[in-house]
């Protein structure tokens, strides 16, 4: 039986992973394989990766490395359906399967250290809308902050998401209040 285009797709990754020095040489390497990903042969994706929650977007595992340095999930997306404020922790390979997925970015301009849960400042940045085919990334240190969503009042959106972690969870941000905490996100097995 002959490679899926997911295989070659995961051997690339660990491959580039391994020859990369810095998080930014990572999203570099890897970008072009998402785009041949999500521009090839998508017979890996079955039924089950499409699975839907009208109550929020919901996280469908397709991929999760065994020694925690690399994981894929298919994010469904409804109408009207968001991320809250949240950061990463690692880097990340962000492809459009379907629709078009929107991504509202934020900067921490406070003078603090990473670490502070307190007395965070965000302000608004730039807005990306990126349609079936368009391949973005993200890289830490400092993090990627923004939210992620659906603004298409009747088309859902199918994206793919590929993190440097098994991404069990992420901080997310109350603006507001200027604090940030830790939660847990889960997802469907495959
Ligand atoms: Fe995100």
Redesign the pocket.
């Given at each position: 039986m002959t490679d899926s285009t997911l295989d070659i797709f995961i051997r690339e990754c660990r491959e580039k992973i391994a020859g990369s020095q810095y998080p930014a040489d990572c999203v570099e390497k890897i970008a072009p394989s998402m785009y041949r990903l999500l521009n090839g042969d998508k017979s890996f994706l079955k039924p089950e990766h499409f699975r839907s929650d009208p109550e929020h977007y919901e996280r469908n595992a397709i991929y999760i490395d065994d020694n925690d340095t690399l994981s894929l999930f298919a994010l469904v997306w409804l109408p009207g359906q968001w991320?809250p404020i949240?950061d990463?922790g690692t880097w990340?390979v962000v492809g459009v399967l379907e629709g078009t997925l929107e991504e509202r970015n934020l900067i921490r301009v406070d003078p603090q250290g990473e670490d502070a849960l307190e007395n965070i400042e965000l302000v608004r940045g730039g807005v990306i809308l990126l349609s079936a085919g368009a391949v973005t990334s993200f890289v830490p240190n400092p993090d990627h902050i923004?939210i992620?969503g659906n603004g298409d009042q009747q088309k859902k959106v199918v994206s793919l998401h590929l993190y440097g972690i098994a991404m069990a969870g992420f901080h997310i941000y109350d603006k507001e209040a200027r604090t940030r905490k830790w939660v847990e996100v889960g997802y469907n097995e495959s």
């Open positions: 991320t949240h990463h990340g923004h992620t």
